[in-house]
């Protein structure tokens, strides 16, 4: 019988994971059936309770359900504890496997899609919520030199930084916490924008000087024209990307967890750019 798994989310109509995991099931040969689940705000377990018991084997969790998936597992790996949400479910007798893949699709785009060394480099994360929380450990894993957290409200950004400077993983790492108006004067190597306001098709407030020489900017959003974020950083001479190829790798993360095989993710994201 085919295997099914779904995204679950609200809204979920403009979702792509489908579109992903049936080129990843073609590619590889797997038998398995991949759909989108709306869920009302209120009725995330129960729709799980409802997929999970016609069947399904797994599900991507996509916004707002994250923390609550978090909660509802019953098994929860070392990336989904950090990031403290998990976009990744798995069921396997009668239990509820959790993990995070959105930091490594991330890091996986930046190292092996762009071919931009990590390590030793000057990074500025914008923003303090949930998905910066949920990116920081796989990126403190390539050991940059600098890892600056900024954000409007600079005691988010603090309390990031310091929940995070504790860990192993950052121990080859200056790890700090800046508001937006202390960025002036400084310099990074990569800047990720990691905040909403791609959405808002607003502009994080950035000072024109924070693009170092050979800078990458990166927007964890995409779309079908560049954002402000990244008009902005590539007239100030920086190169940029969004992030469609975050969307695809952390999609082949979860293909690996559920199915044991990678796919190869250049084909996925070129069909995904043409369309």
């Known amino acids: 019988m085919t295997d099914r798994y779904a995204v679950v989310g609200n809204p979920i109509a403009h979702s792509k994971s489908p579109e992903i995991h049936a080129a990843f099931a073609r590619q590889t040969g797997q038998d398995i059936g991949y759909s989108k689940l709306l869920a009302p ?22 916004v707002p359900f ?11 790996s070392q990336r989904a504890k950090d990031a403290e949400a998990a976009n990744y479910l798995r069921f396997d007798n ?27 480099k000057r990074v500025l994360l914008l923003g303090a919520g949930g ?3 949920g990116v920081l450990t796989p990126l403190l894993e390539y050991e940059p030199s600098i890892l600056t957290i900024a954000n409007r409200t600079v005691e988010k950004a603090l309390r990031l ?3 995070f400077r504790h860990k192993p993983v950052a121990a080859s790492s200056v790890l700090c ?3 937006f108006g202390e960025l002036a004067g400084h310099h990074f190597d990569l800047v990720i924008n990691a905040t ?16 170092a020489a050979g800078a990458l900017a990166y927007d964890m959003m995409y779309g079908a024209t560049p954002s402000p974020f990244l008009a902005f950083a590539a007239a100030h001479g920086a190169k940029t990307s969004d992030g469609l190829g975050m969307l695809v790798e ?3 993360e979860s293909f690996l967890l559920w199915r044991g095989v990678r796919p190869e993710t250049a084909p996925v994201i070129a069909l995904l750019r043409n369309a």
């Open 250 to 252: 952390q999609a082949a």
């Open 177 to 179: 916490g800046l508001r």
């Open 161 to 163: 930084a310091e929940t």
């Open 94 to 120: 009668g239990r509820i496997h959790a993990d995070n893949t959105d930091g490594v699709g991330l890091t996986r785009d930046i190292v092996h899609n762009l071919g931009f060394r990590l390590a030793g």
């Open 66 to 76: 994250k923390l609550e998936a978090f909660d509802l597992a019953d098994e929860v």
């Open 41 to 62: 705000l209120d009725g995330f377990r129960s729709t799980l309770e409802s997929f999970r018991a016609a069947g399904g084997k797994g599900v991507n969790v996509t």
């Open 131 to 133: 998905a910066a929380q």
């Open 196 to 211: 909403s306001t791609s959405l808002q098709e607003e502009l994080p407030p950035l000072p024109a000087d924070a693009f």
